[in-house]
């Protein structure tokens, strides 16, 4: 939105197809917050009943697939239940800027029900499945991971020629790469090729991070934290930074998990049997994407939960006469309820804070004059696990709360100077900014 507000000048078509200012190119999502902003302008209330809107599209669509694929009714309701309130959602649905993932995973979702409903076969479907994954492309380079979940579809039920399937395949990722590869050639700073040099091509790191998100989609995890402390949160989160530090916690610790996880695993091997391939592959290649980032944010599995959605869904029904595991998928299912609604709350609290800190910054740098050259020590910390104030966004939040306040500011680790006008640093205890003297 701060793009948007700060187009004045430039001429549409140089916003739309200009890659944003972390180099992605995705111009659906910036038509969207262009076309929001000039009718709403920070009415933001409007933008939570667009995203609200699109999660629900996003679960009926689940169904509609289930049932598509033959699941059965049941099955598909269980699925879509469990999808509309999975915790690890809430980043996507909370975070404005992740509108990327709702978007993307709607067109992809859309194409696939499309493709596996059998009364849509014709050529008009085809080229309306074309645009749906399209425009996935369009809104989020990771939709490229339709061309794997087609094929998945294709074999595992779905009967189409091959000159329609060609067709689905190809022409949505050839038109998207004419327009990436032309707006490459004429508006500078796009990031292709750097992503794809940094990608993160250890194998025992990719293995580690399928299992981190499949732990991050089955278990309301943070929730444990609100009761344990978060500081402990933090701990783990180093345990597995710094393997080698923590070496005794981090071998106990992981044969706990993994011990655990073989449990679960098996359960639903000997219940699902064959059944269990075309939910687990469907969540796998969703995450492939990802798995070769050195990131592993919960917004990235909101489209892979769909497919652990339906594997307990196919569960449910396949527990037949077994009470316990339908009270279980319950209680799991109420427990994730809570944390959804609890994390939201949490997630709402955390914005509140990160935006206090930044008027009380601009508070204590009134004296400051325009153009001055400030240093920040140390920068609100986490609140609940959530980080919404660090280096990478802080310009974003300072520039969009107080654009007019032109303040040069660098932070420990940062500096490009040795000398600065003035230097601040948070205190913890008063929840403040201070001066250094």
Not at 325 to 344: A, E, T
Request: with cysteine; net charge positive; glycine share 4%.
């Amino acid at each position: 939105m701060l793009a948007v507000r700060e187009n004045k000048g430039s001429i549409f078509p140089d916003y739309l197809f200009s890659p944003d200012p972390f180099g992605y190119f995705r111009p659906l999502p910036k038509l969207f917050f262009y076309v929001m902003w000039k009718m709403f302008h920070e009415s933001f209330f409007i933008y939570r009943i667009f995203v609200v809107t699109l999660h629900i599209l996003n679960v009926i669509l689940v169904y509609k697939i289930s049932s598509a694929l033959d699941f059965g009714k049941t099955a598909s309701f269980v699925a879509a239940l469990f999808f509309s309130v999975l915790t690890c959602h809430t980043e996507a649905l909370f975070f404005i800027n992740c509108i990327t993932e709702l978007l993307f995973a709607f067109f992809i979702l859309t194409g696939l029900f499309l493709f596996s409903a059998k009364k849509y076969e014709g050529w008009f479907y085809v080229f309306a499945i074309i645009i749906f994954f399209l425009l996935a492309l369009l809104s989020k380079e990771s939709a490229i991971a339709y061309i794997p979940l087609v094929l998945l579809f294709y074999f595992f039920k779905i009967r189409l020629s091959i000159g329609k399937l060609t067709a689905i395949l190809l022409i949505p990722v050839f038109v998207y790469a004419i327009i990436r590869y032309s707006s490459e050639m004429y508006f500078p700073g796009g990031n292709l090729g750097v992503t794809i040099s940094s990608m993160d091509l250890d194998l025992l790191k990719i293995f580690y991070k399928s299992v981190h998100y499949n732990i991050m989609m089955l278990f309301p995890v943070k929730v444990i934290f609100e009761f344990l402390g978060f500081e402990k949160l933090e701990f783990l989160i180093n345990i597995y930074r710094q393997p080698m530090e923590h070496l005794a916690e981090f071998l106990a610790f992981t044969a706990f998990i993994f011990i655990v996880l073989t449990l679960i695993l098996l359960l639903i091997i000997r219940k699902l049997k064959s059944d269990l391939f075309f939910p687990v592959l469907f969540s796998l290649i969703s995450l492939s994407i990802y798995l070769f980032s050195f990131s592993t944010a919960e917004r990235y599995s909101y489209l892979s939960s769909a497919g652990v959605c339906i594997l307990i869904g196919i569960l449910y029904v396949k527990s037949g006469g077994s009470m316990f595991i339908k009270v279980m998928l319950i209680l799991f299912f109420y427990l994730h309820l809570f944390s959804f609604v609890q994390r939201s709350y949490r997630y709402r609290q955390a914005a509140d804070f990160s935006r206090q800190s930044i008027i009380n910054l601009n508070k204590v740098t009134e004296g400051i004059k325009e153009n001055s050259y400030v240093k920040i020590i140390s920068l609100p910390p986490k609140q609940y696990g959530i980080y919404f104030l660090n280096v990478p966004n802080f310009y974003y939040n300072w520039e969009y709360n107080f654009p007019e306040r032109k303040i040069n500011f660098e932070f420990t680790g940062n500096t490009l100077r040795q000398n600065h006008d003035a230097v601040f640093d948070y205190d913890n205890g008063s929840s403040t900014f201070k001066r250094m003297e």
